[in-house]
Nanobody, 122 residues
Framework: QVQLVESGGGLVQAGGSLRLSCAAS????????MAWFRQAPGNQREFVAA???????SYAKSVKERFTISRDNAKSTAFLQMNILKPEDTAAYYC????????????????WGQGTQVTVSS
């Protein structure tokens, strides 16, 4: 069974930066699209960013030009660099994996991590 373990969350002031990591195991990482979703209390889990097996990325409008998704196939790890953080970015961030094709829909992913909390203070 695929395992995804997120790390790198924490408390940061508005305008600051964080880098999330997602370490994957029990899969051929280079064959998988990787994505980040987030969920704030009372809200649905929403798409943040995705990167396909070829390194092509896509972003939610709310994070475009502030967040960057990347992957290191040699280390089976995906990253989310988050800059110019805002209080509205506060949420639990989840890593997801999907064989072959990237998607912006959470329903298309059947492999999830446990999440890492990001809190941005104003």
């Amino acid at each position: 069974q695929v395992q995804l373990v997120e790390s790198g969350g924490g408390l940061v002031q508005a305008g600051g930066s964080l880098r999330l990591s997602c370490a994957a195991s029990r899969l051929t990482f280079s064959d998988y699209a990787m994505a980040w979703f987030r969920q704030a209390p009372g809200n649905q889990r929403e798409f943040v960013a995705a990167i396909n097996k070829f390194g092509v990325s896509s972003y939610a409008k709310s994070v475009k030009e502030r967040f960057t998704i990347s992957r290191d196939n040699a280390k089976s790890t995906a990253f989310l660099q988050m800059n110019i953080l805002k209080p509205e970015d506060t949420a639990a961030y989840y890593c997801a994996a999907r064989l072959m094709l990237a998607s912006t829909s959470r329903a298309d992913y059947n492999n999830w991590g446990q999440g890492t909390q990001v809190t941005v203070s104003s």
